[in-house]
């Protein structure tokens, strides 16, 4: 049995928090950053820290911007491989995010050396290249620090034309809001780490989070596609409150359309979550107002950390259609209109009928 394969090294047990839950609290989170100093804030920057988007972009001449992000986190699941897959798989996303085209990444790692062996180590970074071949990109470097948990990530470059940069302040009173992937994977993970989640579910989780966003650039071309982001550690609706209050707009989802993942809805219903979640809504819960009646398990799906994500696009009525072909042409089946934008009315950011 090679040490990738043994059963007595499990990944997330040497993690606190695994995925996009372990994201810094989005309420502690903000407070840090009120803190930091802005800096040059040069004319080129089309996209700063500004709204809390995606990633930077940078212009470079009148048809190429380009797009800066980094992401990394400690394990969500025990297969080192597929941790290394699902770690690059996000860490790209927030390139399509906003319409990019990824060129090259940095990868960045951080392994407890005297607890893992180097085999489990390259198969992490065995993940994230598999991953990256995928995406027809380059690693093309990076950096690794010996620390007390894995951790593993990438830094992302990538090219957009500036015409088709999506920020996730843009969205336009009426628009519609269409989500490309289920939600579910914190709760799912969360079974994992109790040793609930059996094969299938496993499968399951694997499959969404290792599914490329690259629809993110076909998605920026279509005309009245306004905003997009990626939903990810702040849940749905941490991600949408982002496009709410950038675009100083509420928001009301149609509860019942809102894609999951079938075996999520079933441990949700047990009663599992993570801390994350529970985070989450204690950091933008009173800008959410829930229709009654709204069990604690739909509360947790509404705010679950998402890892890998699907792409939150919100668009005129009339692109609605171009929109889910584009989703359903590169595999995003589930993909569905969740929701709309309208103007805001008092602090409540975002309506859950």
């Avoid at 927030?94 to 990868?107: H, N, R, S, V």
């Avoid at 696009?313 to 072909?325: G, M, R």
């Amino acid at each position: 049995m090679t040490p990738a394969a043994d059963p007595s090294i499990r990944l997330t047990q040497f993690s606190h928090g695994g995925g996009c839950g372990c994201k810094i609290a989005p309420g502690l989170l903000a407070e840090i950053l009120s803190r930091a100093p802005q800096g040059v804030v040069p004319p080129q920057l089309l996209v700063g820290t500004e709204t809390s988007d995606d990633a930077a972009v940078y212009q470079l001449n009148a048809t190429q911007a380009l797009v800066a992000t980094t992401d990394f986190f400690t394990p969500i699941v025990d297969d080192a491989y597929d941790f290394g897959r699902i770690a690059a798989t996000n860490a790209l996303s927030d390139i399509y995010a906003m319409g990019g085209t990824p060129i090259l990444a940095l990868a960045l790692v951080g392994m407890p050396i005297a607890k893992l062996p180097p085999e489990v180590i390259g198969r992490v970074l065995e993940g994230g290249a598999a991953v990256c071949r995928d995406a027809g990109i380059p690693i093309a470097g990076g950096h690794s620090i010996d620390v007390l948990e894995p951790i593993y990530g990438l830094v992302g470059i990538g090219l957009v034309d500036p015409r088709h940069v999506r920020r996730n302040a843009d969205g336009q009173a009426g628009d519609c809001l269409v989500l490309g992937k289920p939600l579910g994977v914190g709760i799912l993970s969360a079974a994992l780490k109790k040793g609930q989640l059996d094969a299938a579910g496993y499968a399951q989780m694997v499959a969404v989070t290792t599914q490329l966003n690259r629809v993110g650039g076909d998605l920026a071309r279509i005309d009245g596609v306004h905003a997009m982001t990626d939903v990810t550690g702040f849940g749905l609706a941490g991600h949408l409150l982002e496009i709410c209050r950038g675009s100083q707009l509420a928001a009301t989802l149609d509860w019942p359309a809102v894609p999951v993942l079938p075996v999520a809805r079933h441990w949700a219903d047990q009663g599992v979550a993570t801390g994350a979640s529970a985070r989450n809504w204690a950091a933008y819960g009173a800008e959410v107002a829930l229709a009654a009646p709204r069990s604690a398990a739909d509360q947790a799906l509404l705010t679950d950390p998402q890892t890998s994500g699907g792409l939150l696009v919100s668009c005129s009525p009339a692109a609605v259609p171009a929109v889910l072909q584009a989703f359903a042409a590169a595999g995003f089946g589930e993909a569905a209109a969740i929701g709309r934008l309208h103007m805001a009315e008092g602090p409540v950011r975002l309506h859950v009928a």
